[in-house]
Each structure stands twice: as structure tokens, then as C-alpha cells.
């Protein structure tokens, strides 16, 4: 990308919620009823994510009504609550959300079967759902519904991103490692999809599905090691992760392959693997200190001085989420939800990592991520040669979606 | 031939590897639960605990000289840090609770499963932690061509090692035969004048060690994190449950089982390891009930009198009165509650019937199910998938749900009543994540973990407060006709086969068919909640199953009192607004959840419906 040009659209973005906020005046606080939205997540079982998510929204919903908030001057409020890690917990919360805290709509959710249950449960109250991080294809796929939007890029996009950063290599034998629930699951189909498309003749001939969150890694590093591949699709992570990273370097496995991985160089998940972060391999994550831009190098800055801590994946996440949604309020003019699924469609918003639209074809943000190599610095595990993926780039062809949709 | 030969020894060791962890845990457990009785759900934070503090202790003591000999004093030091903790929760919680039911025991120690999740979350916050490798065994030992972890060596010399330490404390020491007495018969070691306080604080201290010694030697290999509590305490069970409990011997064996399954299991179906642990426990118990080196007893799990309803007393007066306000408010929430009001009054219906059909299992049959979900969860799939995959109406789906959570009770039944006590509700809980895997793995049929939405109501019942009328009908029968059940000869039987199943044979009641047709029964009602569950959330997905939700239940029943008749409904109502108050004020929503079991176990030992029988005891002057 044109570093010029992207600093141009930076400097004018810098949340688009900053621009009604310029013509308000400098410093003027945000008046008028407030507009509540409601958060729902994992903060509890998933705090590692969510909880820098959740940072990262309060300031910037403090930096936008500290700049004269949206629609004309209103201030801007989350209402946060735990979604209880389950389907059954995270639709009665949702319902308190609607009825009892009088939000204008719902936004959050990060497992898969929560974030699917809430999107039904909004289509049937006929109120929008923002969804942030739940990576489940189906969300925006078969199961879309005109009140449920997404974000972040899905199992398909990053699976995507991660097969064309290994398009020309010549490793034809592959494994495949995931955890045995949905996303590892669609994963590896994605996986086996597309690999043949980048690497003509490359086959699977290794496949591992371990429980989420107790892989046994020296019984699977060994069945892995046993099939002899050139390369390994991974999508484990968390704890899962650090033992089989563990296991696979005392063992050799990683040595003379090519590895590709999910979700890797996101801090949450890079920071535990400290001196043993693998060399060379390829990941999808979040390379806070090599971004470009100043405005997202703004925000960086501008999140390690108010939480004393390096911002996260979820924390990009979650101060995206509400440039967007303040762009979408300030765009709609209107809480009537009706209005405000009609403006999402294709609406556009320069955020810190530049310009995000939300495809109306499948309700499915452009917000993309960064595709580079693990490396080690000081002892902590890092990304090198990062370049940011703009998610447009990665979705589902269009005559996909219509068919998977039309149901 | 010779590399296949050296993957097959490698594979072999990777399992032993796995075999020792998990026997160094489990014998802590069995221990407990030998002397104590107590099913000790905590053993799993024990567990965690120990990982977090090496992952403290040991960095800090690396810094002084990257020595083995300062990493495993550091590894020993927070095992017995762990072990001091499992002392305090002896002397502050366990000690105040023996004379209570074992299963309120068992409810006490869940609130601190509770407690220990969200304070770890606390101090060492939510990012996974992952602890240094052990000095001079970082490496890997190259057998046959095949690298393998030097440290992993270690391990697996260490299970044996633990194994010999404890046979000599239990044969050499005077504690180590006190222990074995009381695994035997803990009455007569009473009995006998042993000072039983200090016998199970010590016993506390040793399987709380054995915990943490367990999660501190993983560390090298897997980062603490604050979901590994719950991840270990099943299989710990399994392996406990399968060796025999309270059998330190049995346990090392099943853990070598499981170990080997596991290294060779995910060779030959690398998908189902989430169930190949249980269906090996579910054949082992069927075979031999009481697990492989476990020994029949007496007690079996009920050491003291039987707890449970002893005689259901009809409604007074005033009670008819309270009944009847009960389903009046019920039936007013439509009226004067706003939407969320009615949603969560329309859950806590179906929660009293899935609690009441539970109690009608625990308190009058004396049959402990720890996968009572299962059925609730079946019954909500079952009219699931008629309404999306076939197309149903509303009202033959709901039908269904009955039958089929009758039909799997009936089917898992058959099994599980030829059991008693530990080993019964351990084999509930197998088939429960039998069930639960299905559900899971299934992805075609049951939409995985993911589950299927599009369960709504017909469009008649559609709005908020008619189905809340629904579910107020149907739960409402469902509790009236169990509750007539129990009061009728057959529920009498029950009780009877409960209390004596030898007299109950010998006045001519067969006590296994009995028993059979109860769980059946049960299962049959908690399939109803479970359809009335799943049109109430538009969706179902394989947590429905889950062991979170069937010791829920359990948590239901005994706040509400096992030994009343009414209690369950109680109990339902209490703990869902429990959860519902707590988890919008806080993230530590859990840590206060568990604050308040244990509260509540400690100020009405005998459930809110004892409390109320105490009351009116008192208040009419008779003996409660």
C-alpha cells in the first residue's frame, strides 16, 4: 500500500466518530439522551481476548464523546455484559440487554455456537446484531440472517490469506493439526479446498483432531512425525498450542517443514510461547509494533500509556468496532434498527487500519489481518516480513455466497 | 521394519508419559475420596493451583543458578504450597460439613471450583502462563531413530516412583495404616478413638500435594492456564472410577490404560478422543462394577443413613395456600414482568421440573446421577430436529421430547441401575458424555458444537407470555404427576429399595426393575424440560449435555433440599436468580456463584426446603 497515501486517509480518519466530533467543535462534550449499546462476551472464560477488547472499546467510546460523541452530539455508551460462555446464557442475556438496559442494539460474542445462537435470536427480535469475533463461516453463510453482521475475518479469510502466503512453495505432502470442535473443523475443509488451488498436486496425508484445550501433544506430535509430511497446516491455539509447540520442537517436528498456522502470531496466543516461539513459520496475527500508519500507530501509543500494557488482537478488534459503529450511527441518523441494517449495507469506514466496508452481498466486514513469519526477538515471539491483508481481498466469491444464503 | 518397530516403542512412551501425570492426580483423588468420602471436585483447581505456583516459584528460584536440583526443590515447594491450601479448605469448609449429605459435600467443593477459577483469573491474570523447561532435561533422547523428550523419561519413572512412596506411607507409617483403616471402614476407626480431625486434615494435605505435584511437573510441558482445572478433573474420575476408588494400585493401572488408548487411539480414530476415555469406563463398570482393582463394600458411597425424602407429608393447610399463590405469581409474571421477566420466569419452570425429576431420582430413589443433562439434552434435541430437519410442527415435537429422553434413560438405565452408589453415578456421567460426543461429532445431523437454531414455537405460541402459559401447563403437570408418583406405592418402593435393598427384595419388591422404570420415568420428565428448553432459546447445541449443566441441576436440588418433596422447585427458582443477579454485576460472576453454594451449604446444610420442614417443625411444636 502506498504509505503516503495511507497516512493521507489516516490523519483524516483517526475515527470516523472524530469527524462529526471536529464539526462540533474542539473539546465539546457530547449532549443529548445517550445512545446504549449492548456488549455481550466471554470476558470471563475468554478474558485473555476479551479483556483488552473490552479496553480498547471504553477508550475509544471516551475518545469519541470527548469529541462531541455521534449523531449530532450524543453521547456514546456500552453496556457490557458476561455472555456465560453459553448459547442458553448468552440469548436470556441478550434479551436483558433489548428489555431491561434499553439498548439500541447488540454487539460482541466470541465462541462460534454463542455467536450463532445470538444471531438467530436477533433475526427472530428483528434487532441487529453486530458480531465482533466469532469466526464461524456459517455466521455470514448458511445461517446469515439480515440483522447479523460480522467483522472480523473469518475461518475462511484467514485460511485463505494463510494458503496464497504459501502459493509457489513446492511442499506436496501435507498434515493437518486442529482442535476437534467447529472452527478447527472448517478450517481444515477450508484448508483442503483451496491448498490445491496454490500448490498443484499437494494432498493431505496426515490428519489430527485433539479435544479442545487437552491435546495429548506427545501422542500426537508422534502420529504427526509418523506420516513423515513436507508441511503442517496447524490451527491449535491457547494451551493447546504451547504443548504441542513443546513437544514438536524437542522432537523435531517443526525442523525442515513448512508450517503454516492459524491465529499464531496473535499476542495472545504468541506472548506464552516466549523462547520457544518457532522460527519461520507462517501465521495469521497481530504485529503491534511493526504497523504502519499513523493512526494506528496513535492508537498503539495511545493504548501502552492508558492500560500500561502492549495492546492485543482483541484491543485492534475492539477499538475498530466502534469506529465503525460510530461511523454507523452518525451515517443511519436514526436507532430505528431497520435504518441501520439498511446503512451498514456496503458502508465504508476509515478506522486505524485504514478503510473497512461492510459487503452487503454477505454482511461480512473488510477488516483483515496480518499474514508474516514467527521470528524471536529478546527471547519473546515476534512477526517479520508482517504485511496486512485487507480482507476484501479474501471473501467468498460472490456467486458462493448468493447460493449458500439463498435458503 | 525396525522404524516402525521404534514409532510403535516411541508412541508406547509418549503414553506412559501421559499414564504417570495422570496417576500422580488421580491417586490424590483417590486418596480423598478413600478416607473422606468426599467426591472432590476441587482436586482439579489443587491441580491448576500447583501449575501456577511453579510457574511463580520456579523462574524465581532459576534466576539463583539454572540447576534440576533448584528446579524440582521449586517444583516440591508448590506442591506443598498446594497441599497447605487443601489443608485450609479442610479446616474452613470440609471439617464444618462431614455430617452433611456427601453430595452436598460434593456441591461445597464445586464452589470452590468455582472460586479458585475466577481468583486465579485475578492474580495471575487471563493470559496463559508457560513455565521453564527443566534444566539439563530440555533435550531430546534419541531411541531407535525416533527423538524423544529426556524429560518425559523422567516422567515416566516418576509415576512409579510416587507409586512405591505411597505403598511404603500406607504399609511403613501408623498415618498410612489410619488411612488405609479408614478407606476401609472410617466408622470404626472412630470408633477406635483416632483422632478422625486430624486423620482427614492430613489426608486433605497429601491428595492436595499430590494434585499440585502433578500440575507443577507439567509445567515444562504445558502452559497454566485457567481451563486446565476442568480438563484434568474428568479424566482424573475416570481414571479413579476405573481403577476402583480409594484402590492407589487400581488407579496407577487405569491410568497405564487410558495413557495407552490415548497414544495408540489417535492413531486409529484421531477424532473421537473426546469419548474414547469414557466408553472404556462405561465398559469397565458394565463388566466390573466396581472398577478393576475397587472392592464391593457395604457403604459404597453411603456410609452414614440414607438421605433422601424419609416420609413425604402431605400438604397442610397452609402449604396448599402457598402452592397455590406459587402458580398464581407463575401465572402473573405474563401480566405485570416485562419481556426479560417472563423469559427468565419461563426458565426457571422448566429448570424446576428438570430439578424435580432429578430429585425424584436422588432424594426418593437414592439413584445419584451425575449426567442427568444428558436426558434434558436429548429431549431438546429430539424436538430440534424434528422441527428444522423434518419440518414439524411445535406440538408433536414437544411430544417426542418425552419419549426419547424416556427411551435413552431406559436404554443407559438398564446399565446404570445395576450399580450403587459412586460407581452409579459415574456411570450416569459416562454415558451422559457418550451422548454429549454424539451430539458433538455428529456435525451432519446435530450441526456439532454449534448446534442447530431455528427452534421457535408455532406461531400461536410464539409470543413471550403465551408459551410461558405453555410451559407453565406442561411443567406443571409434569411436577404434579412425578409428585403423585412418589407419594404412590411405586415411589414407596423406591425409598424402600434405597434404604435396604436386601429387605426390599426379601418382601417380594424387585428392586432392579423398580429402579429401572424410575430412571426411566425421570429421564422421560427431564426430556420434557428439555423440549420446552429448546423452543424457549430458538436453538440447541451439545452444552444442553454438558456436565456443567447436570451439576447445575444437582446444585438446584440440594439448595432447595434433597430430602423434601418441594425443595427442587425451590432450589431452581434460588439458583437461577442467583446466577442471573450475579453475572450482569461482575466479571466474577462465577467466583460469587461459588461464594454463595458455599454459603448456602453452610447455613441450611438440609437445602431451603429443610429449613422450611425445620421451621414449621418448630413452629408446631413437633420433632422435626
Not at chain 1, 200 to 212: F, N, R, T
Not at chain 2, 343 to 360: H, Q, R
Not at chain 2, 441 to 458: A, C, H, K, L, R
Request: glycine share 12%.
Amino acid at each position: 500500500m502506498d504509505s503516503i497515501f495511507f497516512r493521507r486517509r489516516a490523519l483524516l480518519a483517526g475515527g470516523a466518530g472524530l469527524a462529526a466530533a471536529a464539526a462540533a467543535g474542539r473539546g465539546a462534550a457530547a449532549q443529548g439522551a445517550p445512545i446504549r449499546i449492548g456488549e455481550l462476551n466471554s470476558y470471563s472464560r475468554m478474558a485473555a481476548f476479551c479483556i483488552p477488547y473490552r479496553n480498547a472499546m471504553r477508550m475509544a467510546a471516551e475518545r469519541i464523546n470527548a469529541a462531541g460523541g455521534v449523531m449530532g452530539g450524543r453521547r456514546l455508551e456500552f453496556v457490557f455484559r458476561d455472555d456465560g460462555s453459553t448459547p442458553s446464557d448468552a440469548v436470556r442475556v441478550a434479551e436483558e440487554l433489548l428489555t431491561r438496559e434499553n439498548v439500541s442494539f447488540i454487539a460482541g460474542t466470541f465462541l462460534s455456537n454463542v455467536g450463532l445462537a445470538v444471531a438467530d435470536f436477533a433475526n427472530q427480535r428483528k434487532r441487529l446484531f453486530f458480531a465482533t469475533e466469532p469466526l464461524s463461516d456459517a455466521l455470514t453463510m448458511a445461517q446469515g440472517n439480515r440483522y447479523t453482521w460480522r467483522l472480523r475475518p473469518s475461518t475462511f479469510m484467514q485460511t485463505r490469506m494463510l494458503v496464497e502466503a504459501a502459493r509457489g512453495r513446492t511442499q506436496k505432502r501435507w498434515a493437518i493439526v486442529a482442535p476437534n470442535y467447529e472452527y478447527g473443523q472448517s478450517a481444515a475443509a477450508n484448508f483442503k479446498r483451496l491448498i490445491g488451488g496454490a500448490i498443484p498436486g499437494a494432498e493431505i496425508i496426515a490428519e489430527q483432531y485433539p479435544a479442545l484445550g487437552r491435546v495429548d501433544a506427545g501422542a500426537t506430535v508422534g502420529a504427526l512425525a509418523q506420516a513423515r509430511p513436507d508441511a503442517i497446516f496447524n490451527v491449535l491455539f491457547g494451551p493447546d498450542l504451547t504443548a504441542f509447540v513443546r513437544e514438536g520442537n524437542t522432537r523435531g517436528l517443526f525442523e525442515r517443514r513448512l508450517v503454516l498456522s492459524m491465529l499464531t502470531g496473535e499476542p495472545e496466543y504468541m506472548i506464552p510461547l516466549g523462547d520457544e516461539t518457532p522460527e519461520g513459520w507462517i501465521v495469521t496475527g497481530y504485529p503491534w509494533d511493526q504497523v504502519e500508519g499513523a493512526a494506528h500507530r496513535a492508537f498503539v501509543e495511545a493504548y501502552r500509556a492508558r492500560f500500561n500494557d502492549t495492546p492485543r488482537k482483541g484491543s485492534l478488534l475492539g477499538y475498530v468496532t466502534v469506529q465503525v459503529l460510530a461511523n454507523l450511527l452518525n451515517q443511519a441518523n436514526s436507532l430505528d434498527n431497520e435504518v441501520l441494517v439498511d446503512t451498514l449495507r456496503d458502508l465504508r469506514t476509515e478506522t486505524v487500519v485504514g478503510n473497512v466496508t461492510m459487503r452487503g452481498i454477505d454482511q461480512q466486514g473488510s477488516m483483515g489481518t496480518w499474514v508474516g513469519e514467527t521470528t524471536q526477538r529478546n527471547g519473546q515471539g515476534t512477526m517479520r516480513n508482517a504485511r496486512y491483508a485487507d480482507g476484501a481481498d479474501f471473501m467468498f466469491p460472490e456467486e458462493e455466497v448468493r447460493a449458500a444464503r439463498r435458503a | 521394519m525396525s522404524v516402525e518397530f521404534g514409532f510403535l516403542l516411541v508412541q508406547c512412551l509418549s503414553g506412559l508419559a501421559s499414564a504417570s501425570s495422570l496417576f500422580i492426580i488421580a491417586s490424590g483423588l483417590t486418596l480423598v475420596f478413600g478416607v473422606t468420602r468426599i467426591v472432590n471436585f476441587a482436586h482439579g483447581s489443587f491441580y491448576m493451583l500447583g501449575a501456577y505456583m511453579a510457574v511463580t516459584i520456579v523462574p524465581w528460584l532459576l534466576q539463583i543458578e539454572r540447576s534440576p536440583t533448584l528446579f524440582f526443590a521449586g517444583v516440591l515447594i508448590s506442591a506443598c504450597v498446594v497441599g497447605v491450601l487443601g489443608v485450609l479448605m479442610e479446616i474452613l469448609l470440609l471439617r464444618r460439613i462431614y455430617k452433611v449429605p456427601e453430595l452436598f459435600q460434593l456441591l461445597a467443593t464445586f464452589g470452590v471450583v468455582l472460586m479458585v477459577q475466577d481468583a486465579v483469573l485475578h492474580i495471575w491474570g487471563p493470559l496463559d502462563i508457560a513455565g521453564p523447561r527443566a534444566p539439563g532435561l530440555r533435550h531430546g533422547v534419541m531411541i531407535l531413530d525416533q527423538r524423544f523428550p529426556a524429560y518425559d523419561l523422567f516422567l515416566i519413572a516418576a509415576g512409579p516412583v510416587v507409586l512405591g512412596l505411597l505403598w511404603l506411607l500406607m504399609h511403613k507409617t501408623r498415618f498410612g495404616i489410619l488411612l488405609r483403616a479408614a478407606t476401609r471402614d472410617r466408622d470404626m476407626v472412630g470408633a477406635l478413638g483416632v483422632n478422625q480431625a486430624l486423620l482427614f486434615t492430613g489426608t486433605l494435605f497429601l491428595g492436595a500435594f499430590l494434585a499440585g505435584l502433578g500440575g507443577a511437573l507439567q509445567i515444562p510441558r504445558v502452559s497454566a492456564s485457567a481451563q486446565m482445572d476442568l480438563s484434568i478433573i474428568t479424566e482424573a474420575f475416570v481414571v479413579t472410577v476405573i481403577g476402583g476408588m480409594g484402590s492407589i494400585g487400581g488407579a496407577f493401572l487405569a491410568a497405564l490404560l487410558i495413557g495407552q488408548l490415548q497414544a495408540f487411539g489417535v492413531l486409529i480414530f484421531p477424532k473421537i478422543t473426546l469419548v474414547l476415555v469414557f466408553l472404556l469406563m462405561a465398559l469397565v463398570l458394565v463388566v466390573k462394577p466396581w472398577g478393576l482393582l475397587g472392592r464391593p463394600e457395604n457403604a459404597a458411597g453411603l456410609s452414614a443413613l440414607p438421605e433422601g425424602i424419609m416420609q413425604p407429608r402431605g400438604f397442610a393447610a397452609a402449604e396448599k395456600l402457598l402452592v397455590l399463590l406459587a402458580v398464581l405469581a407463575a401465572a402473573a409474571v405474563p401480566i405485570f414482568g416485562d419481556t426479560y421477566a417472563i423469559k427468565v420466569a419461563t426458565e426457571v419452570l422448566i429448570f424446576a421440573l428438570a430439578a424435580f425429576s432429578l430429585n425424584f431420582l436422588v432424594g426418593n430413589g437414592g439413584i445419584v446421577s451425575f449426567g442427568h443433562a444428558a436426558y434434558f439434552g436429548l429431549g431438546a434435541y429430539a424436538s430440534g430436529l424434528l422441527v428444522t430437519k423434518l419440518g414439524m410442527p411445535m406440538e408433536p415435537a414437544l411430544i417426542a421430547a418425552p419419549l426419547v429422553g424416556g427411551l435413552f434413560a431406559a436404554l443407559f438405565g438398564f446399565f446404570i441401575v445395576r450399580l450403587q452408589g459412586i460407581y452409579l453415578a459415574m456411570l450416569t456421567l459416562a454415558f451422559a458424555q457418550i451422548a454429549y460426543a454424539v451430539c458433538f461429532q455428529w456435525v451432519e445431523v446435530t450441526g456439532g458444537d454449534n448446534g442447530i437454531v431455528g427452534v421457535w414455537p408455532s406461531a400461536w405460541a410464539a409470543s413471550h407470555s403465551t408459551y410461558h402459559y405453555i410451559v407453565l401447563v406442561a411443567a406443571g403437570l409434569g411436577i404434579f404427576a412425578l409428585r403423585h408418583v412418589i407419594y404412590a406405592p411405586f415411589g414407596a418402593s423406591l425409598r424402600a429399595a434405597r434404604d435396604s435393598a436386601p429387605r426390599a427384595e426379601a418382601i417380594g419388591i424387585d428392586v432392579r426393575a423398580h429402579r429401572w422404570l424410575g430412571f426411566t420415568i425421570a429421564g422421560a420428565a427431564a426430556g420434557l424440560a428439555g423440549g420446552l428448553y429448546a423452543f424457549s432459546k430458538g436453538s440447541i447445541d451439545p452444552t444442553l449435555l454438558g456436565i456443567p449443566l447436570s451439576v447445575d441441576f444437582l446444585a438446584m436440588i440440594l439448595l432447595g433440599g434433597m430430602q423434601t418433596v418441594m425443595g427442587p422447585v425451590l432450589g431452581a427458582a434460588a439458583f437461577h436468580s442467583i446466577k442471573d443477579v450475579f453475572m450482569p454485576l461482575t466479571d466474577h460472576w462465577r467466583f460469587l456463584l461459588g461464594a454463595s453454594i458455599i454459603a448456602l451449604v453452610l447455613i441450611f446444610p438440609r437445602g431451603l426446603g429443610g429449613a422450611y420442614a425445620a421451621l414449621r417443625a418448630r413452629l408446631s411444636g413437633g420433632a422435626p
